[in-house]
C-alpha cells in the first residue's frame, strides 16, 4: 500500500512539474540549451506581477465593454455559448459533423495530394551539389564578412555626408537667401528714406523760389 501512495505520489510530482514547465515555458518562451525553460524574471515590483497584470486588463477589457457595444456582445456570447470558442485540436474529429461533410472536407483537397506528391518527386531529381563548390562557397564567407562590413561602413558615411550636406543647405538658405533678403530689404528702406528727404529738400526750394 506504501509503495501504491509513493508511486501515485512521485507521479502526482512530475505531472505538476511538466505543468509548470509547461507554464513557465508560455511565459517566458525561452529554454536553455537543454530544453529547459527559462525561469521568469522577479518582477520589480508588486505591481509587474502576474496577478496584478490580469487584474490591469480584465479592468481594462471591463472598460472597453461598457464603452463599445461589439465587445460586449461578444462577451455575452462567450458568457452564453462557450463552447463556439473552444478549438478542436487538429488530431480529433470534430463531433457534429456527418460523413457526407467530412467527405467534402477531404475531397477539397484532393487536388492537393498529386501536387504534393510531385513536388516530393522532384527533391529526389534535384541534383546534389558538388563538395568543392559548397567548399569554395565557405571559404568566400570571411571576404563576404569584409565586403559586408565594409558596405556598412560606407552607407554609415553616405548618412553622415547627407546630414553635413542638409546643414550646408540650411546655412546657405539662411545666410544666401534669407540674410540677403533682409539686407535688400534694409537698402530699400534706406534708399526710400533718401528718397522722402530730397523730394522734401524740393519741395522747399520750390517754395522759396516762389516766394522770391
Not at 66 to 94: G, K, M, Y
Amino acid at each position: 500500500m506504501t509503495l501504491e501512495s509513493d508511486a501515485v505520489a512521485g507521479a502526482t510530482i512530475e505531472l505538476l512539474e511538466a505543468r509548470l514547465r509547461r507554464l513557465t515555458y508560455l511565459l517566458t518562451g525561452a529554454t536553455d540549451w537543454t530544453g529547459v525553460p527559462t525561469a521568469p524574471e522577479k518582477p520589480a515590483s508588486l505591481d509587474e506581477t502576474v496577478s496584478r497584470k490580469l487584474a490591469r486588463l480584465e479592468r481594462e477589457l471591463e472598460k472597453l465593454s461598457r464603452s463599445v457595444p461589439a465587445v460586449r456582445d461578444v462577451l455575452q456570447l462567450h458568457d452564453q455559448n462557450p463552447d463556439l470558442f473552444q478549438t478542436t485540436p487538429p488530431t480529433e474529429i470534430p463531433q457534429g459533423l456527418t460523413t457526407q461533410t467530412l467527405s467534402s472536407i477531404v475531397l477539397s483537397y484532393a487536388t492537393a495530394f498529386p501536387e504534393t506528391a510531385s513536388r516530393l518527386t522532384s527533391l529526389n531529381d534535384l541534383p546534389v551539389p558538388d563538395a568543392a563548390s559548397s567548399t569554395a562557397l565557405i571559404e568566400l564567407q570571411p571576404q563576404l564578412d569584409r565586403l559586408a562590413c565594409t558596405q556598412a561602413e560606407q552607407a554609415a558615411t553616405i548618412s553622415e555626408l547627407r546630414v553635413r550636406s542638409a546643414r550646408v543647405l540650411q546655412r546657405w538658405y539662411d545666410v544666401g537667401l534669407v540674410g540677403s533678403g533682409e539686407c535688400w530689404a534694409e537698402w530699400e528702406g534706406r534708399l526710400e528714406d533718401v528718397e522722402r528727404e530730397v523730394r522734401r529738400g524740393e519741395v522747399l526750394r520750390e517754395r522759396r523760389e516762389g516766394e522770391v
